[in-house]
Nanobody, 121 residues
């Protein structure tokens, strides 16, 4: 059974830093594309950052230079370091895992339950 357990959400002031954690069980983060997504009230879920199995990273447009995704293979975990937080970063942050497959036809996404990040002015 696949489980992605996020933690680290908090109430923060603008300009602060926060690190989110995602512990994976049932999938291997070194053979999966792992990612962070967020959803603010009344808005669609959006990409925050992804890290491919071979280590390449990608970020949403407003996250470049402020957020950093990383991976700890030994702990089977993925992290999101968020710096220079802004009120518009307020959202529920979700961890996603997609194990590598030979064909996209067999790809499947697994999601965590989410962790709330609130940033005040």
């Amino acid at each position: 059974q696949v489980q992605l357990m996020e933690s680290g959400g908090a109430f923060m002031q603008a300009g602060g830093s926060l690190r989110l954690s995602c512990i994976a069980t049932g999938i291997d983060v070194t053979t999966s594309t792992m990612g962070w997504y967020r959803q603010a009230p009344g808005k669609q879920r959006e990409l925050v950052a992804t890290i491919a199995s071979y280590g390449a990273t990608n970020y949403g447009d407003s996250m470049w230079g402020r957020f950093t995704i990383s991976r700890d293979n030994a702990k089977n975990a993925v992290y999101l370091q968020m710096d220079s937080l802004k009120p518009e970063d307020t959202a529920v942050y979700y961890c996603k895992g997609r194990p590598n497959t030979l064909s996209d036809k067999y790809a499947r996404d697994y999601w965590g339950q989410g962790t709330q990040v609130t940033v005040s002015v």
